[in-house]
């Protein structure tokens, strides 16, 4: 008795697949997994990227604040500001926001203060860049003007 494979199955099977009948697609599931599988991982490292961008643009912001109220304080400078600055990005952006490049400026009764960066790379070729600013208004004392409301 000669063995006839079922057309159900073919795996193991000498017959050529014209005459077994694998015409419904067998093996077609391994080589949608070979093309699908490769898209979700890239899809979810874009994810993973634009999450890290998110989290460096609010680093920068945050060493940005930081930076504008130490420097406009009554006693502050340009140069304590930028110091504050730099340790917020060592304490909290370590890692996160690669190459940051932070400017205080203090023009007349303003102080500025911009944070730029890069975040780091997952995806081969992605460099987001990071910028975030703030801005405040100069701290001084000014005494009560003479003769005013307070003066008899």
Same mark, same amino acid.
């Given at each position: 008795?000669?063995?006839? =494979?079922? *057309? ?5 099977? +000498?017959? %050529? %697949?014209?005459? +077994?009948?694998? +015409? ?5 599931? *391994? $080589?949608? @997994? ?8 890239? @899809? ?14 609010? /680093? ?7 930076? /504008?109220?130490?420097?406009? $304080?009554?006693?502050?400078?340009? $140069? ?5 600055? +730099? ?8 890692? /996160?926001? *690669?190459? %940051? ?19 780091? *790379?997952?995806? =081969?070729?992605?460099?987001?860049? /990071?910028? $975030? ?10 005494? =009560? ?8």
């Amino acid at each position: 008795m000669r063995h006839v =494979p079922s *057309t159900a199955t073919c795996r193991g099977s +000498r017959v %050529p %697949p014209a005459r +077994r009948g694998c +015409r419904d697609g067998c093996g077609s599931a *391994t $080589a949608e @997994l070979a093309v699908a599988t490769p898209l979700l991982l890239f @899809l979810l490292l874009l994810i993973v990227q634009f999450g890290l961008w998110m989290h460096a643009a609010h /680093v920068a912001q945050t060493a940005a604040a930081e930076a /504008v109220e130490t420097a406009r $304080a009554a006693d502050g400078t340009p $140069a304590a500001g930028r110091i504050r600055a +730099r340790n917020v990005l060592a304490q909290v952006g370590a890692g /996160v926001l *690669t190459d %940051p490049q932070v400017t205080v400026t203090a023009t007349g009764e303003t102080v500025e203060v911009t944070v730029d960066g890069q975040t780091i *790379t997952v995806v =081969p070729g992605v460099r987001l860049p /990071v910028h $975030a600013a703030a801005h405040g208004v100069q701290e001084k004392f000014r005494p =009560p003007a003479a003769g005013g409301e307070g003066q008899r």
